[in-house]
């Protein structure tokens, strides 16, 4: 399998990852409220970093450009990629490596956003008091997965963004192609080589040698 059409698939599989990655937990809350006692909730990676979800979709139109633009274009398409990855591996990493936001955490909860429905209420009262808050570093490593995959897909894409096939360009060469066939039989209508690539291209070549042995009589 040709490079660029591995690192496409790199990209691709990348943004794919980081998709599963935004679908699981990130953060769980454990909180009391004097109404309804002990609360635990769960806040998954879309909801915690809004932003994960739109650099996997950018990442996944960045995989589909790969396959169908030219040599500049997957080169663009690299480079562009490297940069969401760099930037889609930020907030998985600062969960790995810092403490979580509780007051963050009580605002997603309390605003109704956690709970990903519109007709749903929210997850935590206002005057609830949390306790403890917990990451899950399995989902922030999945997302780093993900980035690392499109990151690699996305240097190797511009570095390598590989040669364009003769399909890409097929009509225009054998445009050209013929142009050359025509001058060829006006200049040398009596040779093999050019009744053979005339032969190859459909081109009648007898009525171009009929022409131009007329041609001198003529005049």
């Known amino acids: 399998m040709k490079p660029r059409v591995l690192s496409a698939l790199g990209i691709g599989a990348g943004a ?37 979800m739109a650099l996997a979709l950018a990442l996944l139109a960045a995989f589909a450009a790969a396959l169908v633009l030219k040599r500049m274009g997957r080169r663009i398409i690299g480079g562009i990629s490297v940069l969401i ?14 403490d979580p936001d509780a007051e963050r955490a009580r605002t ?11 007709n749903s209420g929210t ?6 008091e949390i306790i403890n808050i917990t990451t899950h570093p399995l989902a922030a490593v999945v997302a780093m997965i993900g980035c690392a995959l499109a990151l690699v897909g996305g240097v190797v894409l511009a570095m390598r963004p590989g040669e364009d096939t003769a399909k890409s360009n097929q009509y225009e060469r054998k445009q050209a192609r013929a142009e050359k066939i025509h001058t060829d039989l006006a200049q040398d209508p009596d040779s093999g080589r050019v009744m053979w690539d005339a032969l190859d291209e459909d081109i009648d070549f007898t009525e171009k040698t009929q022409k131009s042995k007329e041609t001198p009589g003529q005049s």
């Open 16 to 52: 794919l990852v980081v998709w599963i990655s935004s679908r699981m937990n990130w953060v769980t809350i454990e909180a009391f409220d004097d109404k309804s006692g002990s609360v635990t909730q769960s806040i998954v990676g879309a909801t915690w970093s809004t932003e994960i």
């Open 85 to 98: 990855a760099v930037g889609a591996s930020l907030s998985p990493l600062a969960l790995l490596t810092q």
């Open 108 to 118: 997603l909860l309390t605003s109704g956003v956690a709970s990903q429905k519109a």
């Open 123 to 128: 997850l935590l009262s206002d005057w609830a």
